[in-house]
């Protein structure tokens, strides 16, 4: 029973970071409808933000992490707003495929990128926080997943706030539902769209740190599978909804933690993540929470 | 006689020509023409997938491991079993190649009915994920597989991949897929990939269109594979991933989506390029992904995509 | 007078030297990518090895030209670059690869070119299967395997072992297949297996579920980071028993990765830099001299794999495949860094191996198990 809910809590702390990054897919395909494949590896640059600045504060103190977090975030959200600019901007108008090539095109050069200025070797990431050990009933709890867990629940609600509270959030909704009705009522999309890709990219490097915390090897490659397993959560949650994204990313979390923990089915867990996708975009393509849009013509 | 057929049938004999005299030439300029051969027929067959009829698949290279894998399977272990006792040292392995390449391919087109089946719903970005989630899948099963080598993979496989095999099935790639398209029933194809909505409505068959797009593209996928796997004598699960996948659509993006002579000049450009530039092989991704990016801002239509030549988009 | 006299012969000697033909020997090593730390110190024993020999004089009067080529760690590559290596650039024997993998792709083909091929640290055993061509300058898994298991039993006295295997790698998973077999004709229990995929950060999984079994150890012969990330997860999982390792083990970064969580953890490996013997610490002496850091099993492998090499040429007195494969196939007692190499019948070296244990973040070097 303990072994069980011990899985419990280790899928829901890896099911977090999948819902951080899925968050960012999700906002951005809401906003403009197409899959940021860079995403991924704005996620990895937080992590090397993280790493680098990981050297200029002190270990294990919660202020020198939550520096660390903030820069790291603020880094790749102009990172996000750069590369909107110079790469998605002028296709804005183009067929969603041009875009969708232009995005692997930016994932392979941040990829590449880093591999040329990083160097390919794993690097081994400080311990920011301070790290202890909580007991409770006999499941162990790491203080770096309870930090993952919250901040992600943080930045969860945050972005619920922005998003329904704020006019700028009021923007992005009005923008995702028809940008020409939008731009018709005077929002400037292009600073909507702009704010969105900082926002997404804020949450990608958040994403990237806390990982980065919890598997201290960074190398700059890290962000391609996890960002396709948190894409598969953001379509199981249902794309372009928010809580469905976390909703997704938790539940991917668990199962593939309940998958690697039994004995035989382990090394085939990448293929049921995809699986699972298969079928959900096969049974029910609006993901759990998400809502059909009958393709007029 | 009709053109195209002309012109099969002289690539033909060509390639047996060429073969005939192929101790001839240096050895690694033939290593090149090979691998060149293989890109373009991995090319051409995305091409009828992604370019003709607009399905954006990024597993071709899951189609490409099954042809290697099922036809390296053949000729290693059925291979001596049936070649025992054979005077000739050269007719009966062309023949157990030549049949190891069709099972090869005709498995990957089974592979391409499969994920092409249920993708059918599916448009642009959707697609797109599925086909690479479908990609990993075959990967994580062949690594999964011990028989097969797991994820060590095969190797000392036979060394029967010449330039004859490859020239031969390059031309029959590029006969196959331009008779398919410049043909009436083609222009289902091309019509799918305009807008499949109005297809649908003035009668065409677009469900149909799209099967036969995978199924063919992942049968040549599926030859380029087996021929990749004599060629090199060595594979790997790791070798067919998502990057390989991404080189080839590369090509065809570089060539120009439906162009098939851009495909065919790309597939040779990007071929020779990372030989090129091999002393600097650590750019040439960089340049790559660039590129890539570069060339969707500035010419979409691909850098060889000659106007009057393409194919209507 | 005297010191023009010394100059000209020395400029004469170093002339002939230079109108000498070279000897191309072929490197093939993953110097960028995910196996570059690997490929990186193997790369620098070999041209330390390649640097003190011409600075002796060469073989029988010319010197040796390392040709390297990068495999990027990249699966194809090696095959790729092997294949330049013997048509384009001709060489007379190739050296590498640090990982199995790489070296399996390239052997055949060194087999079927007749171009004699030795790997320094290449453990799998089916890599010298290929040919007789084929050589190796270290221990196979087979061996290390027994080691592993006679520690464990003997030194340890674990009886119930978990193992978590990384189902992708084939080093891995040969390793372990041979600890399990040699721990259980000793009389232990493999309690359980769990596997992960190569490139994994996250065990907690396959550990709680090792936990609920409660072993006496836990065989890990992943790679040094999933080894270190699983160390760091069990031990926060609140799993106390020593984990056990392969030679992959063998690198700093583990300590780097690891931290705290990897101390009482013990591993195998193929040379330790505090080995008594005086040529050992002349040789330690000298590469940090060179290179500013002490060598690890990689440096000194492939040291001694161009050692070996390049004496092979000597005896065989000739360039030809041939020759030097019958040469490297008699090496017996050869004095390398990493102790007396001599090849067995499957032209593997029979040499000991090393167990280290982790103290506060140092390696420490426990004790020696020979064949």
């Given amino acids: 029973m303990i072994e069980f809910f011990q899985q419990l809590l280790n899928g829901l702390s890896l099911g977090a970071i999948f819902a951080l990054i899925a968050l960012g897919y999700t906002m ?111 499941i162990y709890i790491s203080s770096n997943q309870l930090v993952v867990i919250g901040v992600t629940l943080a930045l969860l609600f945050a972005l619920r706030f922005i998003v329904l509270r704020t006019k700028i959030g009021t923007a992005m909704r009005a923008v995702s539902q028809n940008p020409k009705a939008a731009s018709l009522v005077g929002i400037n999309n292009d600073l909507v769209i702009s704010f969105t890709f900082a926002l997404g990219s804020a949450l990608a490097a958040a994403g990237g740190m806390l990982y980065a915390l919890n598997y201290p090897s960074i190398d700059p490659l890290m962000g391609v599978l996890p960002g396709l397993k948190a894409f598969v959560a953001a379509v199981l949650g249902g794309i372009g909804n928010i809580p469905g994204a976390a909703l997704g990313g938790l539940l991917l979390g668990v199962v593939e933690t309940f998958v690697n923990g039994s004995k035989d089915w382990s090394t085939y867990k990448d293929a049921i993540a995809f699986a699972l996708l298969i079928l959900m975009l096969l049974f029910r393509p609006a993901g759990l929470l998400g809502s059909f849009t009958k393709e007029k013509v | 006689m009709p053109r195209p057929l002309l012109a099969l049938l002289i690539a033909l004999a060509a390639a047996a020509a060429l073969s005939a005299y192929s101790d001839h030439f240096d050895a690694y300029y033939l290593d090149v023409a090979i691998g060149i051969g293989i890109n373009l027929i991995l090319a051409v067959s995305l091409n009828l997938v992604n370019g003709y009829t607009g399905q954006f698949s990024l597993g071709h290279a899951g189609f ?37 390449l069709l099972t090869g391919g005709l498995s990957a087109a089974l592979a391409g009915l499969l994920v092409g089946l249920p993708s059918l719903r599916l448009k642009g970005d959707y697609l797109a994920i599925v086909t690479l989630g479908f990609g990993e899948i ?37 006969f196959t897929v331009h008779c398919l398209v410049h043909s009436t029933y083609g222009l289902g194809f091309i019509a799918t990939k305009d807008d499949e909505i109005a297809a649908e409505a003035i009668g065409l068959n677009v469900t149909r269109y799209k099967i036969t797009a995978f199924v063919v593209g992942a049968f040549f996928a599926g030859i380029a594979g087996g021929l990749y796997a004599h060629f090199k004598q060595t594979i790997s699960p790791g070798g067919f991933d998502f990057n390989r996948s991404i080189e080839i659509v590369v090509m065809v993006i570089l060539g120009g989506m439906g162009n098939t002579v851009g495909v065919i000049l790309a597939a040779i450009l990007l071929t020779l390029l990372p030989e090129v530039l091999r002393p600097v092989a650590e750019f040439r991704m960089i340049i790559y992904s660039f590129l890539l990016i570069v060339l969707m801002l500035v010419r979409p239509k691909g850098l060889f995509n000659f106007p009057g030549r393409s194919a209507k988009s | 007078m005297r010191l023009l006299l010394v100059t000209c012969c020395i400029a004469i000697f170093t002339l002939s030297l230079r109108a000498a033909e070279p000897i191309k020997i072929g490197e093939f090593a993953s110097l960028t990518g995910k196996q570059a730390s690997f490929g990186q110190t193997n790369h620098r024993g070999a041209v330390f090895a390649v640097e003190e020999i011409n600075a002796a004089g060469g073989i029988f009067g010319r010197p040796l030209e390392l040709i390297t080529a990068d495999t990027r760690s990249l699966p194809g590559e090696a095959a790729t670059v092997v294949k330049k290596l013997i048509a384009r650039d001709k060489v007379t024997a190739i050296v590498g ?44 898994d087979p061996f290390q395997g027994t080691v592993l298991a006679q520690f464990a039993h003997h030194t340890l006295h674990a009886r119930r072992v978990a193992v978590l295997v990384a189902a992708g790698n084939a080093y891995s998973v040969g390793l372990a297949q041979y600890f399990k077999i040699n721990f259980t004709a000793l009389g232990g229990q493999i309690i359980a297996e769990q596997k992960y995929a190569e490139g994994d950060k996250d065990f907690r999984a396959q550990l709680t579920a090792i936990k609920a079994i409660q072993p006496d150890a836990i065989f890990a012969s992943g790679d040094y980071v ?117 090849m067995d019948a499957q032209r593997n070296a029979s040499k000991a191996a090393v167990i280290f244990t982790i103290k506060t973040g140092q390696f420490v070097y426990l004790e020696t198990i020979a064949p």
């Avoid at chain 3, 089916?126 to 007789?132: A, L």
């Avoid at chain 3, 106390?240 to 953890?265: E, M, R």
């Fill in chain 3, 226 to 342: 999933e080894s270190a990330l699983s160390c760091v997860q069990a031990r926060q999982l609140g799993i106390t028993a020593p984990f056990l390792g392969g030679d992959t083990w063998d690198s700093p970064a583990l300590i780097a990765i690891g931290g705290s969580a990897v101390d009482g953890s013990y591993f195998s490996a193929h040379f330790s830099p505090e080995a008594k013997e005086l040529a050992v610490q002349h040789f330690v002496h000298r590469f940090r001299a060179r290179w500013g850091e002490l060598p690890d099993t990689g440096s000194s492998l492939g040291y001694d794999a161009v050692l070996v090499l390049a004496d092979a040429l000597r005896r065989a007195h000739s360039t030809e495949g041939a020759k030097i494969r019958d040469a490297l196939a008699t090496t017996r007692n050869f004095p390398g860094v990493t102790g007396r190499i001599t």
């Fill in chain 3, 97 to 140: 690869e640090t990982g199995s993998a790489a070296a399996l792709e390239a052997a055949p083909l060194c087999q079927a070119a007749g171009v004699p091929m030795i790997t320094a640290t290449a453990t799998n055993p089916r890599v010298t299967e290929q040919g007789s061509y084929i050589f190796r300058a270290c221990f196979i």
């Fill in chain 2, 138 to 174: 075959i990967r994580v099963i062949f690594q999964n597989c011990e028989p097969l080598g797991g994820a060590l993979g095969l190797n000392g496989i036979p060394a029967y991949t010449s330039v004859f095999w490859v020239l031969s099935f390059g031309a029959l790639t590029i």
């Fill in chain 1, 28 to 138: 951005v395909y809401g906003v403009l409808r197409f899959i940021n494949f860079a995403h991924s590896d704005v996620f990895m640059v937080g992590a090397y933000a993280g790493y680098y600045i990981g050297r200029f504060v002190p270990e294990h103190t919660v202020w020198g992490g939550l520096a660390a977090l903030a820069v790291a975030m603020t880094i790749c959200a102009v990172l996000g707003v750069i590369i909107e600019r110079l790469a998605y901007r002028p296709l804005r108008s183009a067929p969603t495929l041009n875009v969708l090539i232009t995005a692997i095109g930016v994932s392979l050069l941040l990829q590449n990128l880093g591999q040329f200025f990083f160097g390919a070797t794993p690097r081994p990431f400080p311990e920011l926080f301070p790290v202890t050990l909580f007991i409770f009933h006999g």
């Fill in chain 2, 64 to 100: 490409m491991s099954v042809g290697a894998y099922l036809s390296a399977a053949l000729t290693m272990w059925l291979g001596p079993a049936l070649l025992q006792g054979s005077e000739s040292a050269f007719w009966p392995p062309q023949y157990l190649f030549f049949a190891a």
